[in-house]
């Protein structure tokens, strides 16, 4: 077994199960729940039809102009960290590291630890309506940095990132790529 498994925690909606445990909507109100996000509804012609079409093999995707349809953005999140984090590490002293928004989806902190590396948390600022600062990541740890996932609109938070706040996110990792 990959020993790596060892280091996942249990999934937060298990947690969350067993919390709900017994607990009963109260006599006539129905419950209305913000838990999960699922679809609910049927899958637009336009998307069906282009899946169908596609079915005999993807040409390379063209991120200018295309959008790749997965089963679900978990399956992405975490099969990018899979394909881009280098465990070896970088010259940087250190084991790789993936950047995670604080509060997170839980997928950014099992991709990091599946592929190899450390999660780094930063978090989310009240102060800034709850965007994260990522000025007060350190040089050393940006060094070692291979992924940073963004999460805008952040979930639970809503931020939003500005146009300025991507131009200073590009600038920082930038000016720290080795
Ligand atoms: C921030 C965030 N990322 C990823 C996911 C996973 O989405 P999916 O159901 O498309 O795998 C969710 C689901 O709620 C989410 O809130």
Known sequence: MNPLLKKLQPYP???LRALFKGIEPRAGFTPISFGIGEPKHPTPALIRDAVIASLDGLE???PATQVLPVSGSREALFALAQKVVDSRGTDAAGPPIVLCP???YQIYEGAALLAGAEPYFVNSDPSRNFACDYSVVPDHIWARTQLLYVCSP???TGAVL????????FALSDSTAS
């Open 162 to 169: 500005t146009l300025d706040n991507w131009r200073e996110l």
């Open 13 to 15: 909606f298990e947690k």
């Open 102 to 104: 604080n509060p997170f």
């Open 60 to 62: 390379a995707v063209n």
């Open 154 to 156: 952040g979930n639970p």
